[in-house]
């Protein structure tokens, strides 16, 4: 199975400012034939169910604010969070589609201060 | 519109077991898979399994090969799952969840049911 790891595990900023979570693949998520990284990010705010962020890495889902920024490729991922929002405040997954079993990150939750 | 509707919150004894169901709606329900993923209360999301509404096919993760039973109705567009000799580490929020655009991941959720493992 492909290992998930992310960081931090909790994360506290003010409003404005600018927020850097990282995910780290144990094999690369890179799918060769037509260059895709088979990575995303969900956001999930107290209660309620996971929102589909990011795709292949880099693509924000319809509706997603440009804020929320996906980079890297391979085996190291982040998501950057430009000019927090106090309703940004949530849990944010990153999980590796590459392959079967779909495996999760243990989340990184982001604290408004 | 995609949607899935999944069923209410369900009580189930120690050992015994509890089905819960995800309607769907908006799209052909035998062109995609189904998934289901697991999150116990305050933890991260853990991904169980995968039918083939159409074939019934399945695939589980390892640790819930022995736990959870994934069926489809296709005359309803309803996918179950069934868990088995339940014991407190079942108690979670359960999600259906489905890749409806390729390549996009779990694009879209159910709202989740919430079973307690409770005598």
């Known amino acids: 199975d492909i290992a998930i790891t992310q960081s931090p595990s909790s994360v506290a900023v003010s409003v404005g400012e600018t927020v850097t979570l990282s995910c780290k693949s144990s094999?690369?998520?890179?799918?060769?034939?037509?260059?895709?990284?088979?990575l995303g990010w969900y956001q999930q705010k107290p209660g309620q169910t996971p929102k589909p962020l990011i795709y292949?890495?880099?693509n924000r889902h319809t509706g997603v604010p440009d804020r929320f920024t996906g980079s890297g490729s391979g085996t190291d991922f982040t998501l950057i969070i430009s000019s927090v929002q106090a309703e940004d405040l949530a849990d944010y997954y990153c999980?590796?589609?590459?392959?079967?079993?779909?495996?999760f990150g243990s989340g990184t939750k982001l604290e408004i201060k | 519109e995609v949607q899935l509707q999944q069923s209410g919150p369900e009580v189930g004894r120690p050992g015994s077991s509890v089905k819960i169901s995800c309607k769907a709606s908006?799209?052909?329900?035998?062109?995609?898979?189904m998934n289901w993923v697991k999150q116990s209360p305050g933890q991260g999301l853990e991904w169980i399994g995968w039918?083939?509404?159409?074939?019934?096919?399945?695939d589980y993760a390892e640790k819930f090969k022995k736990k959870a039973t994934l069926t489809a109705d296709t005359s309803s567009n309803t996918a179950y799952i069934q868990l088995s000799s339940l014991t407190s580490e079942d108690t979670a929020t359960y999600f259906c969840?489905?890749?409806?655009?390729?390549?996009?991941?779990?694009?879209?959720w159910g709202q989740g049911v919430m079973v307690t493992v409770s005598s």
């Open positions: 999980e590796q589609y590459f392959v079967y079993p779909l495996t």
């Open positions: 969840a489905m890749p409806y655009n390729y390549g996009r991941g779990l694009d879209y």
């Open positions: 908006g799209y052909t329900f035998t062109d995609y898979v």
């Open positions: 292949w890495a880099t």
């Open positions: 094999q690369s998520l890179l799918y060769s034939e037509n260059n895709k990284d088979y």
């Open positions: 039918i083939d509404p159409e074939y019934g096919s399945t």
